[in-house]
């Protein structure tokens, strides 16, 4: 047995099949033992409703789900006390202090007092929440709660971890602090199911991810192989000055390429040849009178992979008359 | 294989401890709460017994009903809502316990409440107006009984998926008002049409207020063993609509 949690044939209609709405539909996916597993999407794709079949809130309208072996729909149990779950909202008591809400969820496991009392105190020092333990959590700040609430979800070290949008809204100090603890815990044995749409988060943490989008698995493998299958994205990233007289729709003009997307001072031009592109882009610049500032070659990101599969655009600058790639965002354009 | 089964009981019940605890320092031990219950009471026998010269006997036994039926089924359709909003509650359902443990541990901190609640009007009775009792042990086992099953029958409103105390509050209000008139507690049932009579049958809170009578007064209109038998029956009716609701629930995704 090497799964920690295989799904088949997964589905769920939120209301009566049938006449409800299909919220995911016949997803299979295996996340194994001692894996980080990403599972992205963009907004409304079902990432939170299979995650909540995953973790009994939900029950599937179809498929079965097998978490270290158990069938979840008939042996919930054994599964529940391995499982630790953090939601997107930081599900905190906020009338209570950050050690009593440890003591509850410690006690709703059946940590042992001894143990309850050591590890609260670990995982309070380890969040940072040990000087203030005694206050009561609705004086917390997000950041804080959201440090309180995954504390509360690894009081009885689970082996199996959701999380669900761990770090969006918090501080580059907590949200480090969190993707630290994620790698800790992972190093300790612990399997990871990672709910985000924070798409550099993901390729950070995961060892594989699953993108998930209008309720059906869209691709599935590690980033890097991802990226690789993708070579179509690639991309120039130039930095010219003056930056005023540079023109996107000039920019997208240029043989080769297919979408410009401006990004802080730099143009993003991407293309299948970057190497038949660079010669092309300093005649430009050259012809225009502009100095290359910096200059790189970039293989597909993993946020390139997402959009080209989830089919997101924000914002075009169109290759002159040519039809737009369907997937990619692109921003830009006349200036 | 039976080890095991008991370490599950023995769990479960730490467990719906857990629950009780918690809801009594994080919901009940507020201010808001233990004037609801302490006083609304008072008022519905005021309002409902001045000038109509109801003596000290009379008006213990209708307290003692009023305030176990009110504080009881009064938290379940205000707590789990806000759990919901919160997110608390999916904490709870995640847990390593049954949905049977969770709805045991919100039943019964809301009959803590009702028996804590019903405590106040008995001791002022009993050492304030010197009312003595016919019925000791009807009076005890009634007050068990009345305060879970009215907490059940709270938390059955409560199960409800909704995220809104006001969705939840509406209606539980609309259905626990007619059953308070309805039940005899403001008209003996010996005194109503056949009609009203057959109609109080459906109030829960009608044996509750009859067992009343016969712990307070020495007498009522129907058997007390049937009354008091009445109500473990409604426990079991409650919590098995709040379990099937919740599996509504999960199932229908609301």
Known sequence: ?335 | MRDRGVQRLRDELAQAWAVVVKDVRVYYLTPPMIMFGLLLPFFLFFSFSIKREVGPEVGLSRLLALTTFFTASSAGPVIIPLERRNGTYDRLLAAPMSLATLLLGKTLVGAFFALIASAVPLLVGIFGLHVSLAGIGWLLAGLVLASLAFSAFGLVFGSFPAQSVGNIMMPSTLIRWPLLFLSGAFIPLEEMAPWARLLAYASPLTYTQDLMNHAVLGSGYLAPWLDLALLPLLVAVCLAVAARLHHRSRVLGY
């Not at chain 1, 996340?31 to 029950?59: C, I, S």
């Not at chain 1, 670990?122 to 709660?145: C, H, I, Q, V, Y």
């Not at chain 1, 070659?297 to 599969?309: A, K, M, R, W």
Request: hydrophobic letters at 35%; a neutral charge; aromatic letters at 6%.
């Open chain 1, 1 to 335: 047995m090497t799964e920690a949690i295989k799904v088949e044939k997964l589905t769920k209609y939120y209301g009566r099949p049938g006449s409800g709405v299909l919220a995911v539909d016949h997803v299979d996916f295996q996340v194994q033992h001692g894996e980080v597993f990403g599972f992205l999407g963009p907004n409304g794709a079902g990432k939170t409703t299979t995650q909540r079949m995953l973790t009994t809130l939900l029950e599937p309208t179809e498929g079965t789900i097998r978490i270290h072996g158990h069938d979840l729909s008939r042996d919930a149990y054994p599964v529940k006390r391995q499982m630790g779950l953090v939601p997107e909202e930081s599900n905190v008591y906020t009338e209570l202090s950050a050690w009593d809400n440890l003591m509850f969820t410690g006690r709703l496991y059946r940590v042992s007092a001894d143990q309850r009392r050591l590890r609260a105190r670990e995982l309070l020092d380890t969040f940072g929440l040990w000087e203030t333990r005694s206050a009561k959590a609705e004086t917390f700040s997000k950041g804080m709660r959201r440090r309180l609430s995954i504390a509360m979800a690894i009081i009885h070290r689970p082996k199996l971890l959701f999380l669900d949008e761990p770090t969006p809204g918090l501080d580059a100090q907590s949200a480090r602090a969190i993707r630290d603890l994620i790698r800790q815990m992972n190093a300790e044995g612990t399997t990871v199911f990672l709910t985000t749409h924070q798409i550099e988060e993901a390729n950070q943490l995961c060892d594989r991810v699953a993108i998930i989008n209008h309720g059906q698995i869209a691709a599935i493998d590690t980033p890097e192989r991802l990226k690789a299958a993708f070579r179509r994205v690639q991309s120039v990233e130039v930095a010219l000055e003056p930056d005023g007289g540079v023109h996107g729709e000039s920019l997208a003009a240029l043989a080769g390429v297919t979408t410009a997307v401006k990004a802080g001072d730099k143009w993003r031009l991407y293309t299948e040849d970057p190497s038949a592109l660079l010669p092309r882009l300093l005649h430009y610049a050259e012809d225009k009178g502009l100095q290359v500032i910096s200059l790189n070659t970039l293989g597909p990101s993993l946020e390139d992979v997402f959009l080209e599969i989830t089919g997101q655009q924000v914002g075009v600058v169109r290759h002159g008359g040519q039809p737009e790639s369907p997937g990619r965002g692109h921003k830009g354009g006349g200036r």
